[in-house]
Structures are given as structure tokens and as C-alpha cells.
């Protein structure tokens, strides 16, 4: 009986300990393509850049201006191992983001959107 307990202990642990692996390669690129999004220069090059660690759709939800896509390039470098994206690619993938995927918000907050402005 003592076995058996210490047999499902393991197995529990084990899985714990390994379901993060599992979420984690569930998403495969397999599962979208660039041309599933819209069109622009450089959507390609930003499409492969994002999709080895996470979907796509994941950053088409987003809306930022540029400097904030630029803060999360840099934080997903230092937080998530993610290599650095430099030089002119890095201007390719800011440029796409900014403006395929800009804020949808107005800066300074809520506007009315009957002001007519």
C-alpha cells in the first residue's frame, strides 16, 4: 500500500513538474501564416520573428505607439530569453507593428467619439 502512495506521489510530480514544457510547445507556426494577417511591408520578417516562442494572433490583439513595441522587443530579451532583434530588421518589425498595430486608444485617455474631433 505504502508503494503505491509513493508511486502517485511521483507520478503527480512529475507532472507538475513537466506540464509547463508541455504548454509551452503548444503552439506550433504550423498553425498561422503571415498571409493571415494584414498586409504591409515587412509583415514576413515580424511574422517569423514573433512566432518561434508565442502566435501570432498574441500580438495582433496588442495596440501600441512604436516606443512601446520597442519596450516589449527589450522585454521579452531580458525576461524571456528571447535573442535580441537589432539593426535594420528591428526597424522592419517596429515599423510593421506601429502601423498595423497601433494604439487603440487615444493617447491622454478616453475621447468622446461623437465630439466630431
Known amino acids: 500500500m505504502r508503494f ?10 512529475v507532472s ?4 509547463p514544457l508541455a504548454f509551452a510547445q503548444s503552439f506550433t507556426p504550423s498553425q498561422e501564416s503571415p498571409e493571415d494577417y494584414p498586409a504591409g511591408a515587412g509583415r514576413e520578417p515580424t511574422f517569423y520573428a514573433c512566432t518561434p516562442c508565442h502566435g501570432f494572433k498574441l500580438v495582433a490583439q496588442q495596440g501600441q505607439t512604436r516606443q512601446q513595441w520597442d519596450d516589449t522587443l527589450n522585454w521579452m530579451t531580458q525576461k524571456h530569453g528571447m535573442p535580441p532583434i537589432d539593426g535594420e530588421l528591428r526597424k522592419t518589425v517596429l515599423d510593421y507593428l506601429e502601423t498595423t498595430y497601433p ?3 487615444a493617447p491622454g485617455g478616453w475621447q468622446n ?4 474631433q
Not at 507538475?16 to 506540464?19: K, Q
Not at 467619439?113 to 466630431?116: A, E, L, N, R, T
Open 113 to 116: 467619439p461623437f465630439s466630431g
Open 16 to 19: 507538475i513538474a513537466t506540464a
Open 4 to 13: 503505491g502512495v509513493w508511486k502517485i506521489l511521483l507520478i503527480t510530480a
Open 103 to 105: 494604439p487603440r486608444r
